[in-house]
């Protein structure tokens, strides 16, 4: 019997509502949404940690948030200069301190385990985004497929 392939999705939300965002993930079959913002807070309204972990919850999404997976303050100064060099040079060794390490460590095993995973961030193109580097390493890691989703825009 041919081995099923885990599956690591990724969404940001950027000019993006709650609502479009939960219903993507729903529609996906995602069961649970690993949050990989340093600071899981959000002007969004629907985004800040709590309120998304409600609106998960009443979709039966479980809720994680990995913040030493987020990007340190210096690195999100610098995407917001469009520095993304920089940036991609920031995370990098932030991917070798401990608390990044345990946490992908545990992305890994919650991708193995897990339904359907999903990492969450701001940045709407992931190829502008630390999740996007962080899903190369759990595909490269683990073999698992990662595709990147996009709810509708407002």
Not at 28 to 35: E, Q, R, Y
Not at 120 to 140: F, G, K, S, T, V
Request: aromatic share 6%; charged share 30%; net charge positive.
């Amino acid at each position: 019997m041919a081995r099923r392939t885990k599956r690591l999705f990724t969404i940001g939300y950027e000019q993006t509502p709650a609502k479009a965002v939960l219903d993507e993930l729903e529609a996906a079959g995602v069961k649970l949404l690993v949050d990989v913002r340093a600071v899981a807070a959000s002007r969004r309204p629907g985004f800040s940690k709590n309120q998304l972990a409600a609106g998960l919850d009443e979709r039966g999404i479980s809720y994680l948030h990995l913040k030493g997976l987020g990007t340190p303050k210096s690195g999100r100064e610098a995407a917001r200069s469009g520095k993304f060099g920089l940036l991609h040079k920031i995370y990098a060794a932030h991917l070798k301190t401990a608390q990044a390490k345990e946490e992908l460590d545990e992305l890994s095993a919650l991708v193995r385990k897990s339904g359907p995973v999903c990492i969450l961030c701001y940045e709407r193109d992931h190829a502008h985004c630390h999740r996007q580097w962080i899903a190369e390493i759990i595909e490269d890691r683990d073999g698992v497929k990662v595709e990147n989703l996009a709810a509708p825009q407002v």
